[in-house]
Every structure is written in structure tokens, then in C-alpha cells.
């Protein structure tokens, strides 16, 4: 990558920011509400914390263990950022279009990046909740397409469709830590997440617990392919595929 994008007034679009078709939901089988607004708070604060402490400071702080980053290959963000000096002027950056699970574990926002010399493209981020609800970013990716400026202040906020009661969880849902019944709500804080193998592999996947959002990046000879998917009316709708040259060695 590495993102970027016009950080306009990032303290005031947090206090401000309104969502579209983003109030917060309470997810059918979660005791927290799956809520847009959080991770656009997280992100803000993860663009603004980048311009006052410096870029990789900023990835660092706010990276979860196994997070994932592509400079190009994929790499472990904590290993690859461990003492790496902050550029000079950071990159810039902002959601526009925040994808939230139903169990609100995991979500993925999307917007523009800039790079101090003008150049410019689109960013994706995974996030994933953490015990104290607060959250971390799991996987960055970056790609050169570019963004039309937006000049509406809304933010598009989504929530994947949750399992009707009784229905299951969908495919590749992982079972309830308690041993709890579907339609009954598990005790998230018991639910370890699924960490991503360190190093990470070139091309991986991954899913929140209620399997409703899902993510995977694919490496071919020249180009990666990032995808995100979102569980809308029984089925898995693509949302988000972003592609990122691999350089040549």
C-alpha cells in the first residue's frame, strides 16, 4: 500500500461524521450491538493519530497482534514495523463506506488515501473488536484506484444480515464457545479470535465468528486481488474487491 487520503478535518468529522443506514444493530447471538459508528471512530482516530505521532507509530499502536500488511508481499505488521522510523510527513486518510458482521466482531471500512507528494488510491481495513470493545486493525490493503471526492459529509454504515433465529449461523461460522444455543446469546469474552499464522501466507481468508462478513486476498504472478463479502438476504454479497500489482523480484 501504503493508504493515504485527505484527512480533512478529522477531529471534527469524528465529533460530527453522521452514517447512512448505519444505526447501531443488536446482533441476534451478541451481547454488544454490531455499531458502524465504532469503527468510524476507530478509523478516524487511527488517520488522525497517524498526522500527530507520526505513520508507522500509528500502525503500530493500533495493529493487533497478527495484523497483516502488504509491502507488497504480506507481511506481520508488528514484525515488519518494529523500530521502523516514521516517514517525514505521513500518509492521510478517511472512511467513506464502513461494513460492519452482525455479531459487530469484525468489520471492514473503505475510503481514500494520499501520499504527501499528491499520489493517491483506496484502502481497506479489517477490524476486530477487542475484549473491552475498543478495536484493532487486523488487515490493511491498498490498492491505486482512485476515489471520487466525496462532498457529502455521510458515511455509508452497513450491517450484515444476521441468521434468522433457529437457522444457523451460515457457512463456516465457528461454534458458540459456551456450548449456547443458536438464537441465544454466546458470551463473546469466552470466544478466543482466529489468529492469522505468523508470517502470514500469500493468499489467505478470513471470516467473523458468525461467519457474515468474510475477507480474503489471493496472489497470482502480477497482482493481488483483495475481496470482502457481506451476508445480505440469505446470500453472500461481494461488497469490496480491490487489485495491487506484486513487483517483480
Known amino acids: ?29 451478541g451481547s454488544l450491538s ?26 503500530r499502536e ?4 497478527d495484523a497483516v500488511m502488504f509491502v507488497p508481499e504480506a507481511v506481520n505488521a508488528q514484525a515488519w514495523l518494529k523500530k521502523r522510523a516514521d516517514p517525514p510527513r505521513a500518509v492521510a486518510w478517511q472512511p467513506y463506506r464502513v461494513f460492519v458482521s452482525c455479531d459487530g466482531g469484525y468489520a471492514a471500512s473503505t475510503g481514500p488515501w494520499t501520499q504527501p507528494d499528491g499520489r493517491g488510491g483506496t484502502f481497506t481495513t479489517i477490524w476486530r473488536r477487542q475484549k473491552d470493545g475498543s478495536f ?6 491498498g490498492s491505486d484506484t482512485k476515489v471520487p471526492p466525496q462532498d457529502d459529509p455521510v458515511i455509508e454504515g452497513k450491517v450484515a ?16 464457545a459456551d456450548g449456547g444455543e443458536r438464537g441465544q446469546r454466546p458470551r463473546p469474552d469466552r470466544q478466543e479470535p482466529v489468529r492469522i499464522a505468523i508470517p502470514p501466507p500469500p493468499s489467505g481468508e478470513g471470516q467473523s465468528d458468525d461467519g457474515s462478513l468474510r475477507w ?31 513487483a517483480a523480484p
Open 62 to 65: 493500533t495493529a493487533d497482534k
Open 34 to 59: 454490531a455499531n458502524p459508528s465504532a469503527v468510524v471512530k476507530a478509523e478516524l482516530a487511527f488517520a488522525r493519530l497517524a498526522q500527530e505521532k507520526g505513520q508507522w507509530t500509528a500502525f
Open 1 to 29: 500500500m501504503i493508504r493515504s487520503a485527505a484527512l480533512f478535518a478529522a477531529g471534527a468529522l469524528l465529533a460530527s461524521a453522521s452514517l447512512a443506514d448505519a444505526q447501531p444493530r443488536r446482533a441476534m447471538r
Open 216 to 246: 480474503r486476498w489471493t496472489s497470482g504472478a502480477t497482482e493481488r486481488v483483495f475481496e470482502v463479502f457481506m451476508r445480505r438476504q440469505g446470500a453472500d454479497e461481494p461488497i469490496l474487491r480491490e487489485t495491487a500489482p506484486i
Open 161 to 176: 444480515d444476521c441468521p434468522a433465529r433457529g437457522a444457523g449461523p451460515g457457512p463456516g461460522a465457528r461454534p458458540l
Open 136 to 141: 484493532k486493525w487486523l488487515l490493511d490493503f
